[in-house]
Nanobody
């Protein structure tokens, strides 16, 4: 059973930075595409960023492009989301997700129904 555990969330002032981490339990982590999503209560889950299995390609939502950076360390089974210049509208629960279908691991996956496993989420709150 795959487990994803996020960490690094918290309270930060606008303009500040946070780095989220997502540690995966499986040794096959290097075969997966990974993504970050976020959700505000009462709203649909929103795509944030994704990275292919090798880390050589990434893609971002327009709302975070230029401020957030997704990266991965396959030796540590971990994916990261560096968030800079945070804004109050970035406040949400952030989830990491794994696309474990190897045939899709080289693709850019932006839809939540493309992902097979999800973490429990970590709260990010940005104060103005």
């Amino acid at each position: 059973q795959v487990q994803l555990v996020e960490s690094g969330g918290g309270l930060v002032q606008a303009g500040g930075s946070l780095r989220l981490s997502c540690a995966a339990s499986a040794r096959t982590f290097g075969n997966w595409a990974m993504g970050w999503f976020r959700q505000v209560p009462g709203k649909e889950r929103e795509f944030v960023a994704t990275i292919i299995r090798t880390g050589s390609a990434t893609y971002y939502a327009n709302s975070v492009r230029g401020r957030f950076t997704i990266s991965r360390d396959n030796a540590k089974n971990t994916v990261y989301l560096q968030m800079n210049n945070l804004k109050p509208e970035d406040t949400a629960v952030y989830y990491c997700a794994a696309e474990t279908d190897i045939s899709r691991s080289w693709q850019i996956n932006t839809q939540d129904n493309e992902y097979d496993y999800w973490g429990q989420g970590t709260q990010v709150t940005v104060s103005s």
